[in-house]
Structures are given as structure tokens and as C-alpha cells.
């Protein structure tokens, strides 16, 4: 059995995108941290970052193979895709400024 049923959806995969996503955020807090923009608590920005674009990619993973497997529809497809994206781009809005 794979996770959530998907035929080709490995657990393999999920690790893939939560270690790329790992990345990701630490890129980000280290991009912040040179630009002395890091904020009071950095273990909390960190993990929000990372969350986010955990779930960010693992809704891409399940998304495709859900397409892949004819499951949804082109059209669904995109607009999940789009609305993930623009929900880890809304959260990104306001950039972090350090406590004055």
C-alpha cells in the first residue's frame, strides 16, 4: 500500500520533497541572515518556512500522480497547483523585518 492509495506515490517521494523543502528554507533563513533581516526567533521562522514549502511540494507530488492517473482533470489540475502557490506566495507578502 502507498500513501494515500496512489499506485507510484512512494513514500520515497514524500521524503524527497520534505528534504528538498528542508533546503529550501534553509537557503531562505541563510539568504535573511546576510541580509541582517533575521527576526527575534529564528527556530520559529525556519519552521514556518519549512512547512510551508513541505506542503507546498507535497501537494505538487500528490497532485501529479492524482493527474497522472487520469484521477482529475487538466483543468483542476492547474487551478490546484495555482492556488498553492499563490497560498505560499500570500503568506510571503510581508517581508520579515527585524524588531526595532
Known sequence: ????????????????????ALVVAAVEVGV???????????LLFFASRYVRFG?????????????????????????TLLMAVLAVLAASVFPVRPKT
Open 1 to 20: 500500500m502507498t500513501p494515500l492509495g496512489f499506485s507510484g506515490l512512494h513514500i520515497e517521494t514524500l521524503i524527497i520533497v520534505w528534504v528538498m
Open 32 to 42: 535573511v541572515k546576510r541580509q541582517n533581516r533575521l527576526p527575534t526567533h529564528p
Open 55 to 79: 506542503s507546498l511540494f507535497t501537494v505538487f507530488a500528490v497532485v501529479q500522480r492524482a493527474n497522472d492517473l487520469e484521477l482529475i482533470t487538466r483543468g483542476l489540475y492547474l487551478f
